[in-house]
């Protein structure tokens, strides 16, 4: 995938020690961040994330309000589709403009609606760079159901049925497949050709998970439903999608 870039020039440097939790100790990842009509909300999310993660790249994918203007007043660098191709293009076309970037050697994939925490992925980091592990993927059934659990239950019957119709995804012992954050080092990165371009490509990367024989672990991790994320891709139509997606992806000549 290609769009013209624009950025909004170097990420500042900030006072820090080279701990892995601090701007300078996290140089070496860079957050890909899809963003279709996000606007309202991702100057906020790329700010508050460049505090831990200076090295963001942010994907508007045919936006049609000004997610553009709000990526490049955060200071992340910006690459633009000049159509809505979909999530899963976004996240490749991000993750070959970060790969491209000197010193890259971590890679996450990161939501733009403020779902994600910045948080998750100072621990995944951690785990990537002293496990033997190539990616990590998000959980949201890694801990026992609480009272505060937030998934919505049609979300969460798509994401199980996701898993039982999946054998791949059973096989590598993955909970929540559909998760979005996902923390994966440079063998992933350079190996990673999402093909299907919307939300189906989640299924694609546990695919590629398989077949590539990467080695995959997963985390608990916390996401925060707002009432603004949860008016965007929680009806029931959206999981039917993601599943007819999959099976048509399945079917594609690689």
Avoid at 239 to 244: K, P, Q, R, Y
Wanted: net charge negative.
């Amino acid at each position: 995938m290609t769009g013209d870039s624009v950025r909004d020039g170097e990420p500042g440097a900030a006072d820090g020690q080279a701990d892995g939790l601090s701007p300078v100790g996290n140089r070496d990842v860079w957050l890909i961040v899809p963003c279709f009509n996000e606007g309202t909300v991702i100057e906020e999310v790329l700010a508050s994330a460049r505090e831990t993660f200076p090295n963001i790249v942010a994907v508007d994918d045919g936006s049609a309000d000004d997610s553009a203007a709000a990526i490049h007043h955060a200071g992340a660098h910006l690459v633009r589709h000049p159509v809505n191709l979909g999530q899963g293009a976004a996240i490749q076309t991000g993750v070959e403009y970060a790969r491209a970037q000197p010193g890259a050697r971590y890679f996450v994939t990161f939501d733009a609606d403020g779902q994600h925490q910045v948080k998750d992925v100072q621990s995944m980091v951690g785990r990537l760079r002293t496990e033997p592990i190539d990616i990590i993927v998000g959980t949201r059934f890694g801990r026992p159901r609480g009272e505060d659990d937030q998934v919505p239950l049609i979300k969460r019957l798509v994401l199980r049925t996701v898993v039982l119709l999946s054998p791949r995804t059973r096989r590598l012992g993955l909970t929540d497949a559909h998760n979005g954050l996902r923390v994966f080092n440079r063998r992933v990165a350079e190996e990673l050709n999402l093909r299907m371009n919307g939300m189906s490509h989640a299924s694609e990367f546990v695919e590629l998970m398989d077949s590539h024989g990467w080695r995959v672990a997963e985390q608990p991790v916390d996401i925060l439903y707002t009432e603004y994320s949860m008016s965007k891709g929680q009806s029931l139509l959206n999981g039917i999608n993601i599943l007819s997606d999959g099976f048509v992806g399945r079917r594609l000549p690689r």
